[in-house]
T-cell receptor, first 115, second 113 residues
């Protein structure tokens, strides 16, 4: 399987705990994106990387959220001191820029439930 | 920032009937337009995209969409739906100078046997 993979697929945690998700993009893709999708809504952009550089962050990405892509390959998204409002599906996508257009390929997502 | 409006949150349709899922966006600049499909507990799969050229674009699974610049719309159509088309459909917009995708709230298509 050469698609985008995400782990874990499901995470249940108690409020106040820290959680970390991992995304492995398609190998030749240099761009990686994180989105959050709450129930009944479309995905909302959180942040994106080009290689290891984090180039853009949404206002949705509060101080409790941090994303890294240390070697320009996989990425991690950490949420500290989780709140019930963090419960959502976290989607990762990757792309490579082709003549000004970047088709994003999505992973299956990590569903977070904060109790 | 862009905004994307999917006018119908739920669309029930009988099997083999035609369907149209509506999408309007707000933009005064050039954009790329996309339709994605999401099956339960899965990520998003690209159905089709409009980058430039012909305003009628064809995608996978028999879907097509028409870009209408004057009406800022990008409606998705299929002439005959199948049970397996039951899923959530998302319209998305990307400015062609940027990297963010802006998604609509989705349309839940239910195909009734």
């Amino acid at each position: 399987d050469t698609g985008v993979s995400q782990n874990p697929r499901h995470k249940i945690t108690k409020r106040g705990q820290n959680v970390t998700f991992r995304c492995d993009p398609i190998s030749e893709h240099n761009r990686l994106y994180w989105y959050r999708q709450t129930l009944g809504q479309g995905p909302e952009f959180l942040t994106y990387f080009q290689n290891e550089a984090q180039l853009e962050k949404s206002r949705l990405l509060s101080d409790r959220f941090s994303a890294e892509r240390p070697k320009g390959s996989f990425s991690t998204l950490e949420i500290q001191r989780t709140e019930q409002g963090d419960s959502a599906m976290y989607l990762c996508a990757s792309s490579r820029r082709l003549a000004g257009y970047n088709e994003q390929f999505f992973g299956p997502g990590t569903r977070l439930t904060v109790l | 920032a862009q905004s994307v409006t999917q006018l119908d949150s739920q669309v029930p349709v009988f099997e083999e009937a035609p369907v149209e899922l509506r999408c309007n966006y707000s933009s005064s600049v050039s954009v790329y337009l996309f339709w994605y499909v999401q099956y339960p507990n899965q990520g998003l799969q690209l159905l089709l995209k409009y980058l430039s050229g012909s305003t009628l674009v064809k995608g996978i699974n028999g879907f097509e969409a028409e870009f209408n610049k004057s009406q800022t719309s990008f409606h998705l159509r299929k002439p005959s739906v199948h049970i397996s088309d039951t899923a959530e459909y998302f319209c998305a917009v990307s400015e062609n100078t940027g990297n963010q995708f802006y998604f609509g709230t989705g349309t839940s298509l239910t195909v009734i046997p």
